[in-house]
């Protein structure tokens, strides 16, 4: 049975996220938030103790194999018995997770994990690598963009309401940190698949990037 795919790719805090789930909640598909797997590999291994560089490759890459790991309806991630959803979202999380998201052998360990989200009718995958290298044969994949600037300003306003007190310039070196370290790494860098649509989002309301999308979508059918 063929079972559709679209994936979302693209740069930190480019809204893809948001797109993604909004994509999946209007064709009622399912959604994979690939980042979410890395940062709680990131949260799991740096609450072991462990250095996250190559050091430790095959240690975190065998957590990564079996992490007690479940979404629920809510989209809210549990790591065993504990609500994580909150501790992966953070800056430092984020962090962490491109860190562990560099090891090779991690990101083999999360392959299976991924390919078992693609279930009938279909799925929205948002993620860095999605188009290139996890779904190569989807029929609709998105390189999402927006400015450096722009994204950090997003972020910062997403902080800001919800209490958390943040600054501008401080969150514009850290993702251009984390989009370099993504951009440069050997294994599955982010770039654009070649048979990817490029939408850059700067001056697009959410409304507006979802209604593209749902219309290629639309388009292939
Ligand atoms: O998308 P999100 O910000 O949650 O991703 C966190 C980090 O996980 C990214 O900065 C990236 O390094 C890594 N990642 C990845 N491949 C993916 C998704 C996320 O390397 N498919």
Redesign the pocket.
Known sequence: QHIPVICIDGP?ASG??TIAAEVAKALGYQLLD???L??ITGLAASRAGLALDDSNEETIAEMALDLPVRFDAQQRVWLGEEDISAAIRSEEA?MN??RV?ALPAVRTALVDLQLSFQTLPGLVAD????GTVIFPHAPLKVYLWASAQCRAERRHKQLISKGISANIATLLADLEA?DA??MNRAT?PLKPAEDSLQLDSSEMTIEDVVAQVLSWWQERQ
């Open positions: 930190t893809k996220g690939s980042g979410a890395y940062r984020g997770a491109s998201s993620g860095r690598d999605m984390r370290r993504d599955a």
